[in-house]
């Protein structure tokens, strides 16, 4: 069975532009959420979907949004890049809420 | 607001050594448990968890948890440690009605002396 993948892997852009990150999460899963990890912030709760639903959001501007498809898959888009952004976003799955949660690898953004 | 305090960043042992990583939470009521694992540019890895019941909890590669609620403690075990074991380590809370809302402690990064 195949894990939780994101796209791209790593990502360089520079301050003003948008990104948009794609999960893809493991078959079965229903629930996908994101989370942003940084060396001075740590891991934040970015989102959590549940059947294109969003069920919760962290505490983020509204320049970070995402969404879920019908097949599950989630997308995070980060509008008007800041400095700060850069980190590795992290999505992660699950069958159902309250369910362990699956990991992806992350993608790196740089932003310049 | 909820935190998870994991106040030692970095631990060093030697192989073969007890390890004990620890991990103390400030939450409104008794929260979802966890403890996961990250290896250098990798995602992160459940190593147990803790809902209610029994304050041990055994998980994988052989660590486990007590939970001890007078405490607001949570901390992770294993007897003997082995190289591989060397990676970051998180502890994490999540909402008590569940979801996957978690919030993370700051790490506890794990080298392993040969």
């Known amino acids: 069975k195949a894990g939780v993948t994101q796209t791209p892997r790593y990502l360089i852009k520079t301050r003003g532009q948008q990104v948009t990150l794609s999960c893809s999460p493991i078959s079965g899963h229903r629930s996908v959420s994101w989370y942003q990890q940084t060396p001075g912030q740590g891991l934040q709760f970015l989102f959590e979907?549940?059947?294109?639903?969003?069920?919760n959001k962290g505490n983020f501007p509204g320049r970070f949004s995402g969404r879920q498809f019908s097949n599950s898959r989630s997308e995070m888009n980060v509008s008007t890049l800041e400095l700060g952004d850069s980190a590795l976003y992290l999505c992660?799955?699950?069958?159902?809420?309250?369910?362990?949660?699956?990991f992806g690898s992350g993608t790196q953004l740089s932003v310049l | 607001a909820q935190s998870v305090t994991q106040p030692d960043i970095h631990i060093t042992v030697s192989e073969g050594a007890s390890l004990e990583l620890r991990c103390n939470y400030s939450y409104g009521a008794t929260p979802y448990l966890f403890w996961y694992v990250q290896s250098p540019g990798q995602g992160l890895q459940l190593l147990l968890k803790y809902f209610s019941g029994d304050t041990l909890v055994q998980g994988i590669k052989g660590f486990e948890a007590e939970f001890k609620r007078s405490q607001s403690s949570f901390n992770l075990r294993k007897p003997s440690v082995h190289w591989s074991d060397a990676a970051e380590y998180f502890c994490a809370v999540g909402p008590p009605r569940g979801g996957n809302m978690l919030t993370f402690g700051g790490g506890t990064r794990l080298m392993v002396k040969p």
């Open positions: 979907y549940f059947s294109e639903t969003q069920r």
């Open positions: 992660a799955s699950s069958v159902d809420l309250n369910e362990k949660l699956f």
